[in-house]
C-alpha cells in the first residue's frame, strides 16, 4: 500500500470520474483489495453488513461503502460515497476521534485496484484504527456479559455528548412532527412489504402498530414541536444500536454514526436514548435498558422526554427490524433465517411498547441512610421504572451538578424555599414520566406530612395509583452508612450526621390516615461487598391490581393491603 494518505488527510476529488460501479464490480474490486492484502502474509478478515464492506487488516479497518441505493440511503454514485465518507469522518470524531484516521482513496481497475496511488478515483475508504471485537456491546450481551458499569459509562457520556451537540433550528425541518411520523410511517409500509409472503403474523402485528401510531402519533405532535422549540432535537449520533458500541481498556467507544441522512441523526435526544434502551430490549436485558433510560435521565433531568418514549423505542424497533429484513433479502441459509429471526425479535419489542403498561406514582419515605435510593433501583430496574431524586434535583436547581459537594452552599440550598422549589420540580418531573406511561419514582426523605399528601393529590389528577414505600433502620446504622457514603464520595446526597440529627428532630410520622398507602421496605440479608437488595414480589404484584388515586380521604378509599396494617414488601 504506497502513497497512503497521512491521518487527517481526505482523498482528492475525482476531477474526471471514470464509469461508474456497479454492484457486481464492486464486489470484486474488494475481492481483488483483500487478494492484495493477503499477499503481506495475513489475509484480511471481510466483514459485509447491509450498506458496506468492512477490510481488517494490519491493525486497521478499512470501511468501503457499498454502491446502492436503498429506501433510506442512495450511495450508489463515486460522489455520493466520497461525501458521505468525509462526513463519516467529521461525524464520528465527535466521540471517537482517535479510531477515525482518514479516508483512503482506491485507484486502478475493478480486478486491479490500489489502496492510494496516483491516477482518478475508483472508489473510496474509510481508514480507522482497529479493535477488539469481543468487546463489542452485542457480543458482550450475547455472552451475558454486559453489566451495569457499562451501560452507566455509556448513559454519562452519552448525556454530556448531547448537552454540547448543536440544536436544530425551530424554524427549519429536521425534527418537525410531520417528519418524524412520516420517518415511522415509512418505516411500517417497508418492513409490511419486507416480511416474506408466509408471515401472516408478522403483518398482523404491523397493522398493530400501524393503529397505535394512528391514535398515538397526533396526540404527541404537540409535545414533539414543544421539544423541537426547546432545544431538544441535536444532531446525535443516529445509529446507536449495541453493534456500534464497545467496551475497550481505555472506556466506552461508541462509533458508526449515520452519516447518510440528516434525519436520521438530527433527532429528539430521546429518540436516540429509545435506539439503545430498545435494542437492550431486543437482546434479552429489560433491567439494563430500564437502568440506561434511568441514569441518563439522572444525569440530564430532561423527564420531559419520557412522553414521548414509547413512541421512539417503536420507532427504533422498525428501523431495526426493516435493516434485518434487508440483511434477509441479501443473504441465504442459515444467515438469512438468522436475520428473519431479528426482524421477528425487533417487531416484538414494537408491538409490546404499544401495549398499556401498569403504572403508579410511588414516593419514598425514610430518613437519609435509609436505602431509599440503593433500594429502589432494583424496583425501578425490574418493573420499568424512572426514579427522580430529591438530592440530584435540589443540586440541579441550585446549579451544580449531582457530585458536587455543596459546602459553604450547604445553608442555601436547604431553605424552606428551596425544599419548596425541590418538591414542585420532583412531582413537575414524575407528572412527566406518569403521563408517558410509565412509573415514576420520587426518590427524596418526605419527613413532612404536606408533602406526601401533595404527591397523593398528583396522583389523583392524574388517576394514577400511589404508594408510599416507607425505609427504616436502626439510628447507629443509619449513622454509619452517612459515614461511609460520604468517604466514598460518589453520591449526590450531602446528608451527614448533623443533617440526620435534624431531620429525627423535624420529622411528622406517618398518620393514621396515611397507612393504606403505606409498603414497608425491608431489605434482604446482605452479602459482604453486594449491592442491598429487597424482594419488591408484592409490590410488583400489587401494581398489576391498584385502584387508582381519587382526591378523597385516603381512608375512604384503601389500597389493598395486608391484614394488619401497611403492607411488606
Known amino acids: 500500500m504506497t502513497d497512503r494518505p497521512t491521518p487527517g488527510d481526505s482523498a482528492p476529488s475525482p476531477t474526471s470520474p471514470p464509469a461508474e460501479l456497479t454492484p457486481a464490480q464492486q464486489q470484486r474490486m474488494v475481492q481483488a483489495l483483500a487478494a492484495a492484502l493477503g499477499r503481506s502474509g495475513n489475509a484480511p478478515r471481510h466483514v459485509e453488513t447491509h450498506v458496506s464492506h468492512v477490510l481488517l487488516h494490519g ?27 468525509e462526513e463519516e469522518l467529521r461525524l464520528n470524531r465527535r466521540l471517537a476521534g482517535h479510531l477515525y484516521l482518514d479516508v483512503v482513496p482506491i485507484t486502478g481497475t475493478p480486478d486491479a485496484p490500489k489502496l492510494g496511488g496516483e491516477g482518478p478515483l475508483l472508489d473510496v475508504a474509510v481508514r480507522m484504527l482497529a479493535f477488539d471485537e469481543a468487546g463489542l456491546w452485542d457480543r458482550l450481551a450475547a455472552g451475558g456479559a454486559l453489566c451495569a458499569d457499562d451501560v452507566d459509562e455509556l448513559a454519562a457520556l452519552l448525556a454530556r455528548f448531547h448537552g454540547a451537540a448543536d440544536a436544530a433550528p425551530e424554524g427549519g425541518t429536521l425534527g418537525r412532527p410531520e417528519r418524524v ?13 419486507a416480511l416474506p409472503e408466509a408471515d401472516d403474523a408478522g403483518r398482523a402485528l404491523v397493522e398493530q402498530v400501524q393503529r397505535w401510531e ?29 453493534g456500534n458500541v464497545a467496551r475497550t481498556g481505555s472506556g466506552c467507544l461508541v462509533f458508526d454514526c449515520i452519516e447518510f441522512a440528516d434525519d436520521f441523526r438530527w433527532l429528539d435526544v430521546i429518540s436516540e436514548v429509545a435506539f439503545l434502551a430498545m435494542d437492550l430490549q431486543a437482546h434479552g436485558l429489560p433491567a439494563l435498558a430500564h437502568r440506561f433510560v434511568d441514569t441518563y435521565l439522572q444525569h440530564c433531568g430532561d423527564y420531559d422526554g419520557v412522553r414521548v418514549l414509547d413512541y421512539y423505542l417503536v420507532h ?37 411498547t404499544t401495549l398499556p403498561r401498569p403504572h403508579a406514582l410511588l414516593i419514598t419515605h425514610g430518613l437519609s441512610g435509609s436505602g431509599k435510593t440503593s433500594l429502589t433501583q432494583g ?51 414524575a407528572t412527566s414520566v406518569l403521563e408517558g406511561g410509565w412509573t415514576a419514582i420520587v426518590d427524596a426523605t418526605f419527613l413532612r406530612g404536606a408533602d406526601r399528601r401533595a404527591a397523593y393529590a398528583r396522583a389523583a389528577v392524574l388517576g394514577v395509583p400511589f404508594a408510599v414505600l416507607h425505609f427504616d433502620a436502626p439510628a447507629q446504622v ?13 453520591d449526590a446526597s450531602d ?55 381519587t382526591g378523597v380521604a385516603p381512608a375512604a378509599h384503601p389500597v389493598p393491603q395486608a391484614p394488619g396494617g401497611p403492607r411488606g414488601c
Not at 181 to 187: K, M, T, W, Y
Not at 214 to 242: D, I, Q
Request: contains cysteine; glycine residues 6%.
Open 214 to 242: 394512528s391514535e398515538t402519533g397526533p396526540r404527541l405532535a404537540p409535545v414533539m414541536a414543544r421539544r423541537l422549540a426547546s432545544g431538544r432535537v441535536r444532531e446525535g449520533h443516529g445509529g446507536l444500536h449495541l
Open 181 to 193: 411520523r412520516a420517518a415511522l410511517r415509512s418505516s411500517l409500509r417497508d418492513v409490511h412489504a
Open 379 to 429: 424496583l425501578l430496574e425490574a418493573e420499568g421504572a424512572v426514579r427522580i431524586r430529591a438530592d440530584v434535583e435540589r443540586k440541579r436547581l441550585a446549579g451544580l451538578d449531582a457530585l458536587d459537594r455543596a459546602g459553604a452552599a450547604a445553608g442555601s440550598l436547604y431553605t424552606a424555599a428551596m425544599s419548596e422549589a425541590t418538591y414542585a420540580r420532583l412531582l413537575d418531573a
Open 59 to 85: 491493525g486497521h479497518a478499512y470501511k468501503i461503502k457499498k454502491a446502492l441505493a436503498t429506501s433510506f440511503l442512495d450511495q450508489s454514485t463515486l460522489a455520493r460515497r466520497h461525501a458521505a465518507c
Open 495 to 549: 446528608a451527614d450526621a448533623a443533617v440526620l440529627a435534624a431531620q429525627q428532630q423535624a420529622q411528622e410520622p406517618l398518620a393514621p390516615d396515611e397507612m393504606p398507602w403505606v409498603h414497608v421496605v425491608q431489605a434482604l440479608p446482605e452479602t459482604a461487598g453486594a449491592t442491598p437488595i429487597a424482594d419488591w414480589t408484592a409490590l410488583r404484584r400489587w401494581l398489576r391490581s391498584a385502584t387508582v388515586a
Open 478 to 490: 443509619l449513622r454509619e452508612r452517612l459515614k461511609r457514603r460520604a468517604a466514598l464520595g460518589a
Open 316 to 352: 427504533r424497533a422498525l428501523v431495526r427490524a426493516k435493516v434485518a429484513l434487508l440483511r434477509a433479502a441479501q443473504a441465504d441459509g442459515n444467515a438469512r433465517e438468522q436475520a428473519l429471526a431479528a426482524a421477528r425479535r425487533y417487531l416484538g419489542v414494537a408491538q409490546r
